[in-house]
């Protein structure tokens, strides 16, 4: 590692009356290969192999990292070539020293491969993207840019370098270095263009608003071969959106930060607002139903039969497909609605609803809340429970 890292070859030779020693100190052996793995954001290990030449006996081998940000717990070393008749006997630790001595026991003069692991600070890596959206809105042009930056204090050649599930690349990489290298580059990545309304987030009556509510717009993009993509996971990082403009040159719709896209999973980019869509959610009815008492006649729980509504109004001149997102929260059951939906979770019902070009749709929820307390006993309930 550096100058800094030295090997110590200790050869004990041994006599009929008293043991004698001598030390004989060189610089470690170049590295015959490293692999950096860069897959974890809170360290980074590095795997280095080493050819070490070994004398007959106990051999002891110093390794130092002053000025490398290296975790000496992690320190591990494993012997790759003659296992049988080379083994490691100790591992100690001088005082106040960046250093550990490995005493190594061969039956013969060898020369041996070692591999040498430890955990390295001051390495980290991020992703890029630059997407360039087509003027319909149907396919990208996306490119991805991996930026590694070295502050560790030692320097690499030729390492070979991992990333998220098992993408690899070779490059040097000096101390206090940043390097930024092209990572991927795909033309015509089918997007599709997705408008969401998410009941938890968005107000049910936009007159009450005292400001534009838009519907989110995202670009979903497939991270799967029919996409031109799906080789393997697309890493979180942050995207710059352009579109073409029709002109030759194009316009910057913004930035968002992308999630961790593995194989067959959809990176969703956010792209602004549209004010185009109005979304207005009103209840309709709440009935009482199969109610339950306590002694005294006081109503306890019940069932609510509940009737929701949800105006869509699209007012662009084309059709779009609105996503709508409801929570129903609680034990609850579907007594009638008006359109399909799909169910991501026990409270969560996602709908994808078709609107013509200055048109509206109505979507119409009919359920069951089953078990409601009566909010006097469920403060009671409450107290008892907590």
């Known amino acids: 590692m550096r100058k800094s890292l030295l090997v110590a070859a200790l050869l004990v030779l041994l006599s009929s009356a008293v043991a004698q020693a001598r030390i004989k100190l060189v610089a470690l052996p170049d590295r015959e290969s490293t692999t950096i793995r860069l ?53 100690s630790y001088p005082p106040n020293e960046a250093a ?13 491969k070692v591999r040498i692991s430890y955990l390295l600070s001051g390495i980290d890596r991020l992703m890029a993207y630059k997407a360039l959206a087509d003027k319909k809105e149907t396919q990208l042009a996306l490119r991805s840019y991996l930026v590694l930056r070295n502050f560790s ?16 690349f070779t490059t040097d990489l000096q101390h206090e270095e940043t390097k930024r290298m092209l990572f991927l580059k795909k033309s015509d990545v089918p997007i599709e263009k997705q408008f969401t309304w998410d009941a938890a987030k968005k107000p049910h009556d936009p007159e009450k608003v ?46 968002d930060r992308a999630k961790l896209t593995p194989v067959g999973d959809k990176m969703k980019l956010y792209v602004g607002d549209s004010r185009d ?28 039969l509940i009737t929701d509504t949800a105006k869509i109004e699209n007012f662009k001149d084309e059709k779009v ?31 994808k609803i078709p609107v013509e070009a200055r048109d509206e749709v109505t979507l119409t929820m009919r359920y069951r809340l089953k078990n409601v307390f009566a909010q006097g006993q469920w403060r009671q309930f409450n107290q008892v429970r907590n």
Do not use: M
Not at 65 to 88: A, E, F, T
Not at 277 to 295: A, H, M
Not at 321 to 348: A, R
């Open 100 to 112: 550990l001595t490995w005493r190594i026991y061969s039956e013969s003069a060898s020369e041996t």
């Open 321 to 351: 497909t609105l996503t709508v997102l409801e929570h129903i929260q609680g034990h609850w059951e579907p007594v009638q609605f008006s359109h399909s939906y799909t169910k991501k979770d026990h409270s969560t019902l996602e709908f």
């Open 210 to 255: 005292n400001r534009n509510v838009g519907i989110p717009v995202e670009y979903v993009v497939k991270n799967s071969s029919d996409s031109s993509l799906g080789e393997f996971a697309l890493s979180a990082g942050k995207v710059r959106l352009y579109q073409d403009d029709g002109h030759g040159t194009s316009i910057f719709l913004g930035e």
């Open 277 to 304: 869509i109005v979304v207005t959610q009103r209840r309709q009815s709440s009935e009482r139903q199969n109610l339950r008492r306590d002694k005294n006649g006081n109503i306890v729980a019940y069932d609510e």
């Open 153 to 168: 204090g030692e320097d690499f050649q030729r390492a070979r370098c991992l990333l998220d599930y098992g993408q690899t």
């Open 39 to 91: 897959d974890n954001p809170s360290a980074t290990l590095v795997e280095e192999e080493r050819v070490l030449t070994l004398q007959k006996g106990t051999n002891h081998i110093d390794f130092s990292w002053k000025g490398v940000r290296i975790d000496p717990n992690s320190i591990r070393i494993k012997i790759l070539s003659h296992p049988d008749k080379v083994r490691l006997i100790s591992v």
